[in-house]
């Protein structure tokens, strides 16, 4: 019998399948990708090191939505900016995805490639070592709200009429009309956060 032209199961296969579990019910399990794949589970289990290992190759898929390119621009701050927006539009497209990373470490090595890209990026900006690391674990907490305040409801707040809250009615009114809510407060964060980082390197 001739071999199959294209493997039955590969790496890529099993990240995109999983991504679609993920984005339809919010998770996976190593049984149900097997299922959509037409393959027993063992043969999953031989391509990647368990859930965690699937879990790495979620990862590094994503990423490779993200343009790290954009890291190499100068100065910092547009740089950062720049790739932020990219960084929040790949994980606002898979927002299940955001709680299943979390749980992990991240070990995949494109994925580390490019938080080296950050790290020297922010070294050559003049950032002190020890700021490093806290600089770009604020950056991640906010890109991951914004990711998902991105795939959330343009409007998030209703108040019940049997519920006496005046102040947030009024503000609620007071907010500009039309879509973009999340992207008006995803611009006012992202300055925010890099004026903040700005006031940290010039105490440094």
């Not at 965690?52 to 343009?67: M, W, Y």
């Not at 006496?164 to 609620?172: D, F, I, K, Q």
């Amino acid at each position: 019998m001739a071999r199959p032209r294209k493997a039955l199961l590969d790496l890529d296969r099993i990240a995109d399948t999983a991504l679609e579990l993920v984005d339809e019910t919010g998770d996976f399990t190593v049984p149900e990708i097997a299922r959509r794949l037409g393959v027993q589970t063992a043969s999953v289990y031989h391509h990647v090191d368990g859930r965690p290992g699937i879990v790495e190759l979620l990862r590094a898929r994503v990423g490779t939505e993200i343009d790290a390119t954009l890291l190499e621009g100068r100065p910092w701050e547009s740089a950062l900016r720049a790739f932020a927006y990219s960084y929040r539009a790949a994980f606002a497209a898979h927002p299940h995805l955001i709680r299943l990373l979390t749980g992990e470490p991240v070990r995949a090595p494109s994925v580390v490639a490019v938080y080296e890209r950050m790290v020297v990026l922010m070294e050559e900006a003049g950032f002190a070592p020890e700021a490093v690391m806290v600089t770009l674990t604020a950056f991640e907490n906010l890109l991951f709200g914004a990711a998902l305040d991105l795939a959330a409801p343009e409007v998030m707040w209703t108040v019940p009429a049997e519920v006496s809250a005046p102040r947030l009615a009024a503000a609620l009114a007071a907010q500009p009309t039309g879509t973009g809510r999340a992207d008006r407060a995803f611009e006012f964060a992202i300055n925010v956060l890099i004026d903040g980082f700005s006031r940290l390197l010039k105490q440094d």
